[in-house]
């Protein structure tokens, strides 16, 4: 599929989209925290990114086991930090995400990571397969999250039906 395209010009292509991304993902983040927050909009971004899955139908970016262990693992430890500075505010009788300066720091870093990561790997991986570990980081970065972010959203709420 990608064979008859140069592998720099995939890596370069790649790497542009997965910045334009990152900064949307940013900039969306940022101006959600300025609405209230329910189960609802916490759960949709891992339901939704799911899909994605899809992508290891094709053989281009199918990842052997030990690297998706990797992938995982990485993730998990990047779901911490997300897990540890998400948190939320309760304001006119709605539950908000607390408004965090150091969240898009955290973002910026992850993505210049990822990026960095990219261009070290591109010389081992195909850029499919770097794909879908990435895919897989990701995802097991922002399924965790979530569902901590839930918890933690359901300990308020539940804390504001007592009050």
Same mark, same amino acid.
């Given at each position: 599929m990608f064979d008859n395209i140069p592998a720099y010009y995939l890596l370069i292509g790649t *790497?542009? $989209?997965? %910045? %334009? @991304? #990152? *900064?949307? %993902?940013?900039f969306i983040r940022i101006r959600a925290q &300025? &609405? =209230?927050v329910n189960a609802k909009k916490i /759960?949709?971004?891992p339901i %939704? @990114?799911?899909t994605g899955a899809s992508m290891f139908l094709f053989e281009e970016f199918r990842v052997a086991p =030990?690297?998706?262990l990797e992938a995982v693992a990485v #993730?998990?430890?990047f779901s911490t930090i997300l897990i540890a500075t998400s948190k939320f505010e309760v304001r006119e009788g709605a539950i908000y995400m607390k408004q965090s300066k150091a969240f898009p720091f955290i973002l910026i870093g992850l993505l210049i990571f990822?990026? +960095? $990561? &990219?261009v070290i790997f591109a010389d081992s991986f195909d850029v499919g397969e770097l794909g879908g570990m990435f895919? +897989? /980081?990701a995802f097991a970065m922002l399924l965790p999250w979530r569902i901590g972010m839930l918890i933690k959203y359901k300990k308020l709420e539940k804390s504001q039906i007592v009050a």
């Open positions: *790497t542009i $989209m997965a %910045a %334009a @991304m #990152g *900064t949307f %993902a940013l &300025k &609405k =209230p /759960l949709i971004p %939704a @990114m799911s =030990p690297q998706i #993730g998990l430890v990822r990026i +960095i $990561m &990219k895919f +897989i /980081l």
